[in-house]
């Protein structure tokens, strides 16, 4: 019997023992600060900069089917908080994605010279 794996989110036989990739672990420390009201007001604050929209959609880059796109957003962490846990607050180390971009990013498929060229370009 398949079934929707709750660790890596892909569909597993229900007896297979899943082992998710490193990136999908989360250590204590970015967990908390995940939690933390100063990182919920750091993404408000990178949302309301971005003006409540997805980035990369508005530049029609990657797969964009709407340019003005302000459903399903989050703020991502251009250099991740596993490679530099420093960066965590840095406003050039965030931008606004879609959900769809947002997990693009994530896969490397949008590259980090690209989304630093969005921030750079929009300030």
């Not at 892909?10 to 672990?25: A, E, N, V």
């Not at 204590?28 to 929209?53: G, L, V």
Request: glycine content about 6%; some cysteine.
């Amino acid at each position: 019997m398949l079934k929707a794996c709750g660790k890596c989110g892909r569909i597993h036989d229900s007896k297979f023992k899943c082992t998710p990739p490193q990136r999908y672990k989360c250590d204590k420390k970015i967990a908390s600060f995940r939690n933390s009201q100063a990182w919920k007001n750091k993404a408000k604050e990178i949302k309301n900069r971005d003006k409540h929209m997805c980035i990369v959609c508005l530049n029609g880059l990657e797969g964009t089917l709407i340019k003005y796109n302000c459903q399903g957003l989050s703020v991502h962490h251009i250099i991740s908080l596993t490679s530099d846990f420093e960066k965590r607050f840095d406003n050039d180390n965030l931008i606004t994605l879609c959900r769809y971009h947002h997990e693009q990013a994530e896969k490397g498929v949008i590259k980090v010279e690209a989304l630093r060229a969005l921030i750079e370009g929009g300030e």
